[in-house]
C-alpha cells in the first residue's frame, strides 16, 4: 500500500462525534453511560488507526468496527469481582475468597448496610456506644474469654497487639515458630512493624520451658506463641505447652498470647480431622490474649478477632492503631450473625459452608461425584472420558496442613484438547471455574461445590470441549 492509499484510508475512519449519531450507537447509548460508549468507540478507532499503519487493517477501514466497540463495551461492563465455581476441593483456599459465607447472614448484612444503623449509637442510653460492643457479648459466650475485639483481619490484629503491647519492648517466641503465612506475612517484619524487639528462643526443632525462662528480663512485655499453621515440624521435635507458658508468665508478671491463625470454634476431631485446638480450649488453659482469622475454620468473615482477659483487651482498644485497623459495619453483621450459629454445634456444622465441606463424610462425597460424571457424560458425549476417582482435598488457608481429607473427584480426560487448553477454557468461561490438573486428567473435587454447581459445571465443560481447538 503506497502513502497516498494509506492516507485515504486513515481519513476514510469516521470521527468519534459521527459514530455517535450512528445507527447502532443508538443501541449502545440505550445500553450504557454515554462515558463507557465514548471511551469503546475512540479506543476502537485508535486500534483500527494503529493497525491501518502497521499494515494489518481489513480491506475497508469501517469493517469489524461496530464488532470491536461492541467487544470493549462488553468487557468495560462486566464487573471485575465475580463468582467464581471452585472444583479444587481446598476448602479455604485464599485466591478464591477463602470462607463462604452462610446464606443466613446475608440478610442481617443488607439490614445493617442498606439502611442506618446503631453501630456507633447506645439506644438504651440514647449516646454514643462503640461499635465493638455488638460483637464482645457473642464473643465471651462463644469462646469463654472475658473480653473481645475484632479488627480487619488477623494480621492487623497481631500487629495491634505487639504495638499496643510490647513497643519498645521485648517479645519471647520460640525459633520453631518464626513463620512465615503467606502473602509476606513474617513474625520477624510483623514484630519490627510493631516496634517490638524480637527474642528468639530455643531451636528449630525444639524448645524448653527453661528456654523462655532464661530469656526473661525486666525488658520482657510479652511472651508470644504462634500456631505454625502451614507447615509442620515432626520427628525430633518438642513445644512448650500454653499451659506451662501460662504458669510462667503469671509467676514473672508477663502476658502470654497465642496467634492461633485459624481459631476453630467447633471441635474438628469429633469429625475424624484431629490436631487443630479450639480457641475455647486455648482460652481455657490460660492464655492471656488469643488472635485469629474470621475467614479461616472460623468460616466467616475476613477479620482479626482478639480475645482474652479484660485488662489487655481495654488497652489494645485504647491504643491509636485500633481506629487505623477498625472493621466496617458489614463484617460486624455478618461475624455476629455467624457467632450466633455457633450456639448449637449442628448449626454450625450445617450451615457455615466452610464446615460442611470440611466434614461431608467420604460416601456422600462418592455418590455426588458419581451423579456429576453421569451428568457431565451426558453433556460431553465423545468429546472426552469421564470417571470417578478417589482423591484428597486440602483444608487451605493455612489450615490443617498435615491432614489429607479422602474425597471423590471427577477426572475428566478431554479427547481433541489438551488439558491445559480445558483448564483454561474453563478458567474463563462463566462463572469461571477453577479446576486441578493432575498427570493425566482435569480433576473435579466435589467436596468444594455448591448443589446448583453441577449443572453449570457440565455445561462449561460441554462448551469447552465442544469449541474447535
Ligand atoms: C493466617 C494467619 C495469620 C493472618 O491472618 P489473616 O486473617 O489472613 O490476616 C496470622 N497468623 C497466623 C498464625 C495465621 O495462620
Not at 528468639?200 to 506463641?225: P, Q, S, W
Request: charged share 25%.
Amino acid at each position: 500500500m503506497d502513502k497516498r492509499e494509506l492516507q485515504q484510508m486513515l481519513a476514510s475512519l469516521p470521527a468519534v462525534d459521527e459514530m455517535l449519531r450512528g445507527l447502532p450507537a443508538a443501541r449502545w447509548l440505550s445500553l450504557h453511560p454515554r462515558t463507557l460508549v465514548v471511551r469503546a468507540v475512540r479506543e476502537a478507532l485508535q486500534e483500527f488507526r494503529e493497525k491501518i499503519l502497521a499494515g494489518t487493517a481489513p480491506s475497508t477501514a469501517m469493517e469489524g468496527l461496530d464488532t470491536a466497540i461492541e467487544d470493549r463495551l462488553q468487557g468495560l461492563s462486566k464487573t471485575r469481582f465475580r463468582r467464581v465455581i471452585n472444583a479444587t476441593g481446598i476448602v479455604l483456599h485464599t485466591n478464591l475468597g477463602r470462607a463462604p459465607l452462610p446464606r443466613e447472614v446475608l440478610e442481617k448484612v443488607m439490614e445493617g448496610a442498606v439502611a442506618y444503623s446503631n453501630l456507633e449509637f447506645d439506644l438504651e442510653q440514647g449516646r454514643r456506644g462503640k461499635r465493638y460492643d455488638h460483637i464482645t457479648g457473642i464473643l465471651q459466650e462463644i469462646t469463654g474469654a472475658e473480653d473481645g475485639l475484632v479488627v480487619n483481619n488477623n494480621a492487623a490484629a497481631v500487629l495491634l497487639c505487639l504495638t499496643a503491647l510490647a513497643a519498645g519492648r521485648e517479645v519471647v517466641v520460640s525459633r520453631g515458630e518464626l513463620i512465615e503465612i503467606g502473602g509476606s506475612f513474617r513474625i520477624p517484619d510483623v514484630m519490627r512493624a510493631g516496634g517490638a524487639c524480637l527474642k528468639e528462643v530455643g531451636t528449630t526443632n525444639k524448645t524448653h520451658l527453661r528456654d523462655y525462662e532464661t530469656a526473661l528480663t525486666e525488658h520482657t512485655a510479652l511472651i508470644l506463641k504462634v500456631h505454625p499453621s502451614n507447615y509442620r515440624i515432626v520427628g525430633f521435635s518438642q513445644e512448650t505447652a500454653i499451659e506451662d507458658l501460662v504458669k510462667l508468665g503469671r509467676e514473672r508478671r508477663i502476658p502470654v498470647m497465642y496467634d492461633l491463625g485459624s481459631g476453630s470454634l467447633l471441635d474438628l476431631a469429633r469429625y475424624g480431622i484431629a490436631g487443630e485446638p479450639t480457641v475455647q480450649d486455648i482460652v481455657s488453659r490460660g492464655a492471656d490474649i488469643v488472635t485469629f482469622s474470621g475467614d479461616k475454620l472460623l468460616g466467616g468473615p475476613q477479620g482479626g478477632i482478639i480475645v482474652g482477659r479484660k485488662e489487655f483487651i481495654g488497652k489494645i482498644q485504647g491504643h491509636p492503631l485500633t481506629r487505623a485497623v477498625r472493621v466496617d459495619k458489614m463484617t460486624l453483621a455478618a461475624l455476629e450473625a455467624v457467632l450466633k450459629l455457633y450456639r448449637d454445634e449442628e448449626t454450625a456444622r450445617k450451615t457455615i459452608p466452610a464446615l460442611t465441606m470440611l466434614t461431608t463424610p467420604l460416601p456422600t462425597l462418592k455418590g455426588r461425584a458419581s451423579r456429576l460424571a453421569r451428568r457431565i457424560r451426558s453433556r460431553v458425549g465423545k468429546t472426552a472420558d469421564v470417571a470417578v476417582r478417589k482423591d484428597v482435598s486440602q483444608a487451605g488457608g493455612g489450615s490443617l496442613p498435615e491432614k489429607s481429607l479422602e474425597t471423590a473427584v471427577v477426572a475428566v480426560k478431554p479427547r481433541s484438547v489438551s488439558l491445559q487448553t480445558l483448564e483454561m477454557r474453563l478458567r474463563t468461561s462463566d462463572p469461571p471455574v477453577v479446576a486441578r490438573i493432575s498427570d493425566d486428567a482435569l480433576l473435579l473435587d466435589v467436596r468444594t461445590l455448591f448443589s446448583g454447581d453441577d449443572a453449570l459445571l457440565a455445561e462449561a465443560l460441554s462448551r469447552a470441549l465442544g469449541r474447535a481447538p
